[in-house]
């Protein structure tokens, strides 16, 4: 594939999860926002190309997410450009200080450049590991159900490695947390 045509991809894919998640924002923070049910035959390949998956940190190690297995992970795929996810993010950083010793770990994975998402990070004050997974990323979020390339994408596994739920767009920490409290 040409850079050209990769660039249009690139741009194609950043276009349609922008508009999805600025489409879902408010929708996806009501109170009547469910998590997807996980018993598909989709979420079961997903579990195993996420753990079996590496990318580099934001200094530029390759991190193996099967490393973390054994604790609940929450794995978010965002963007600096989302507005929604850059609205989840503080609260993710509340709830990782609040219970990181009991086992919760998450994850960003960003689809976005390496600067952007240094800058950010620091900025805001990520706790927890941020990987790079570029656009190419959205194959794994859409190997766990994310099937329109929706930003924010949230997959929230158990300490087996099992999927027990997934979130497309925002979520809110009142719907997150009780989603974690039995997991830990």
């Not at 045509?5 to 923070?29: I, N, P, W």
């Not at 450009?81 to 994975?109: A, K, S, V």
């Not at 600067?115 to 570029?134: A, C, W």
Request: aromatic share 8%; proline share 5%; charged share 20%.
């Amino acid at each position: 594939m040409t850079i050209f045509r990769r660039s249009l991809l690139y741009m194609g894919v950043a276009a349609l999860a922008m508009a999805a998640g600025y489409f879902l924002q408010d929708k996806e923070t009501s109170s009547n926002s469910e998590p997807v049910p996980t018993n598909t035959p989709v979420v079961n390949k997903g579990e195993k190309l996420i753990l079996a998956t590496s990318l580099p940190d934001l200094q530029g190690k390759n991190q193996s997410i099967s490393q973390w297995r054994g604790k609940v992970l929450v794995i978010n795929f965002w963007a600096t450009w989302c507005t929604p996810c850059r609205r989840e993010i503080p609260e993710f950083i509340e709830l990782q200080d609040e219970l990181r010793n009991q086992g919760l770990l998450f994850i960003g994975i960003a689809l976005d450049k390496k600067e952007k998402v240094v800058q950010f990070s620091r900025e805001i004050g990520i706790n927890y590991p941020v990987l790079l997974g570029g656009i190419e990323a959205m194959t794994l979020a859409e190997s766990a159900g994310n099937r329109h390339a929706v930003l924010p994408f949230t997959v929230i596994f158990d300490r087996e490695g099992k999927i027990t739920s997934t979130h497309v767009g925002r979520i809110a920490r009142d719907k997150l947390e009780p989603i974690l409290r039995p997991l830990l």
